[in-house]
Structure formats: C-alpha cells, structure tokens
Nanobody
Framework: QVQLVESGGGLVQPGGSLKLSCVAS????????MGWYRQAPGKQRELVAR???????DYADFAEGRFTISRDNAKNTVYLQMNSLKPEDTAVYYC????????????WGQGTQVTVSS
C-alpha cells in the first residue's frame, strides 16, 4: 500500500505564506499523479494542484499565480508553496496520490489544517 503523510499547516495572517510537505512511502510505483486537495467545512473536497508524470502540472483557478506545486523525487516528497493566502483558503489540505488506470485508486493523507485569519 501507499502511505502519505502531510505536514506544514498552521495559522497564518491574510497575505502570508505556508509550505506544505507530503512524504510518500510504500508501493509508490503504483502512483500515476501526486497532488493536493482541500476541504472546508460544509464544502466538497476540491483539487488545488497536481503533478502528473514529470512534465504536466495542473492548478485550480484559485491557486494559479499564488500556489506552486513541486516534487523532490529523491525524497519521495511533494510540496505546496502557498503565497498571498486569503481567509477563503482556510481548509484541511490533503495530499493525494492517484493510481494508474483502470482503477484510478485515490490514496489520501490524514490532512493538515490551514487557517488564514487575522
């Protein structure tokens, strides 16, 4: 199995920055893409950013220009640098690994809380 452990969340003021980290372990060769999702209370979990293979990176509209996803393959780690944070960014952020077709199994970390508040 694949285990994902994310860290780096916390309380920041509007306009501040955070960098989240996710370390993958286990059978990581089954993973097709790595990314970040977030979920606020009462709302659906939504994609923030993902990295597919070595070249393709996708961002949600709200993340474009503010957030940056990156990977350190040697450390089996994916990062999410978040700048210019807004109160509406407050959510639990989850590391995600997507398996290869046809199952497209979704692996999830436990989540890390990000709170943006004055």
């Amino acid at each position: 199995q694949v285990q994902l452990v994310e860290s780096g969340g916390g309380l920041v003021q509007p306009g501040g920055s955070l960098k989240l980290s996710c370390v993958a372990s286990g059978s990581i060769r089954v993973i097709w893409a790595m990314g970040w999702y977030r979920q606020a209370p009462g709302k659906q979990r939504e994609l923030v950013a993902r990295a597919i293979g070595d070249n393709r990176i996708d961002y949600a509209d709200f993340a474009e220009g503010r957030f940056t996803i990156s990977r350190d393959n040697a450390k089996n780690t994916v990062y999410l640098q978040m700048n210019s944070l807004k109160p509406e960014d407050t959510a639990v952020y989850y590391c995600n690994g997507r398996g290869y077709p046809p199952t497209n199994y979704m692996y999830w970390g436990q989540g890390t809380q990000v709170t943006v508040s004055s």
